[in-house]
């Protein structure tokens, strides 16, 4: 079944913005880290933004003061919100979802990833 519902990739003009969102389940959303990630072509996939199991939040040195993650548990979704983007942030961006949940005897551990979506940033 579908985990994790990506939206909002597209086509940027330089300094312009986006917002990415990822839904998830209710049980995903309260008990896992949720996070960001792109891939570049002939690129490694990188950690962008994310919350960490105690409300952190990580930032790639790159996105610093332009991207910001934030979490609506309204919703159960997660956001992406990009500003000034810059062409080398053109990549597939991927939501995740690392948790578990259930008693110690009876864990159920998870790590899922959306199907991804493409941001492109060019003149």
């Known amino acids: 079944q579908e985990q994790l519902a990506e939206s909002g990739g597209g086509l940027a003009q330089p300094g312009g913005s986006l917002t990415l969102s990822c839904a998830a389940s209710g049980r995903i959303f309260r008990y896992s880290a949720m996070g960001w990630y792109r891939q570049a072509p002939g690129k490694e996939r990188e950690l962008v933004a994310g919350?960490?199991?105690?409300?952190?939040?990580n930032y790639a040195d790159s996105v610093k003061g332009r991207f910001t993650i934030s979490r609506d548990n309204a919703k159960n979704t997660v956001y992406l919100q990009m500003n000034s983007l810059k062409p080398e942030d053109t990549a597939v961006y991927y939501c995740?979802?690392?948790?578990?949940?259930?008693?110690?005897?009876?864990?159920?551990?998870?790590?899922?990833w959306g199907q991804g979506t493409q941001v492109t940033v060019s003149a």
């Open positions: 919350f960490t199991d105690v409300g952190a939040v």
């Open positions: 995740r979802a690392v948790g578990s949940y259930g008693p110690v005897e009876r864990t159920y551990r998870f790590d899922y």
